[in-house]
């Protein structure tokens, strides 16, 4: 089992930056892939990024290319979301994910950590 423990988020104004963390903790040693989702009110979850362990290559949804950063700390077992330029299209819930392989799915999940941003 890995357990996986989000914090970070928050509101922010239009334009402004919030860093998202995510800490693994359990059976870390097993996870390919960790990657950030989120979901608003009223709308279905979606991909926003994604990265291996391993290799550090990573992944954006179009919506947040250029905008958020995400990185590993693999001594630590933790991934950032650096997210900057902030818009009120951004205001969701974000869920950090692993998964074990490189054809399986997400099957960890955290608890989500609101973030806000306002106009």
């Known amino acids: 089992q890995v357990q996986l423990v989000e914090s970070g988020g928050g509101w922010v104004q239009a334009g402004g930056s919030l860093r998202l963390s995510c800490a693994a903790s359990g059976r870390t040693f097993s996870v390919y892939r960790m990657g950030w989702f989120r979901q608003a009110p009223g709308k279905e979850r979606e991909f926003v990024s994604a990265i291996i362990r391993s290799s550090g290559r990573t992944y954006y949804a179009d919506s947040v290319k250029g905008r958020f950063t995400i990185s590993r700390d693999n001594a630590e077992n933790t991934v950032y979301l650096q997210m900057s330029s902030l818009k009120p299209d951004d205001t969701a819930v974000y869920y950090c994910?692993?998964?074990?392989?490189?054809?399986?799915?997400?099957?960890?999940w955290g608890q989500g950590t609101q973030v806000t941003v306002s106009s």
């Open positions: 994910a692993a998964s074990s392989g490189s054809i399986l799915g997400y099957g960890y």
